[in-house]
């Protein structure tokens, strides 16, 4: 049984840094593209960050590039997020599938998709 666990989010100011999470279990981390991705009030989902469960490769969208990193440690996925904006505002999730590159290309066309998505968790950042 595939899962996925988001956590680490809340509430920060502009300029802060949150960390967040994504436990995984239930799949073979080494064959999976693992992805964050975001939606705001009355938004689209976006992708964010997406990251190779063989080698840690990283692929991360324009909107924050050079703000968030996304990492791994075994079976959870981690996005350390710097120098947030009120723009960030959104529920975060996290999501993976079979092979790297199906995470890029959701990112880039959410109508792509995901096979599996956990829960979100919710960021808010105020001025």
């Known amino acids: 049984d595939v899962q996925l666990q988001a956590s680490g989010g809340g509430l920060v100011q502009t300029g802060g840094s949150l960390r967040l999470s994504c436990a995984t279990s239930g799949f073979t981390f080494e064959l999976f593209g693992i992805g964050w991705f975001r939606q705001g009030l009355g938004k689209e989902r976006e992708g964010v960050a997406c990251?190779?469960?063989?080698?840690?490769n990283t692929y991360y969208s324009d909107s924050v590039k050079g703000r968030f990193t996304i990492s791994s440690d075994n079976t959870t996925v981690y996005l350390q997020m710097d120098s947030l904006k009120s723009e960030d505002t959104a529920v975060y999730y996290c999501?993976?599938?079979?092979?790297?590159?199906?995470?890029?290309?959701?990112?880039?066309?959410?109508?792509?998709?995901?096979?599996?998505w956990g829960k979100g968790t919710q960021v808010t950042v105020s001025s």
């Open positions: 999501a993976a599938s079979v092979g790297y590159s199906r995470c890029i290309a959701t990112s880039q066309r959410p109508s792509f998709g995901m096979e599996y």
């Open positions: 990251i190779r469960g063989s080698d840690g």
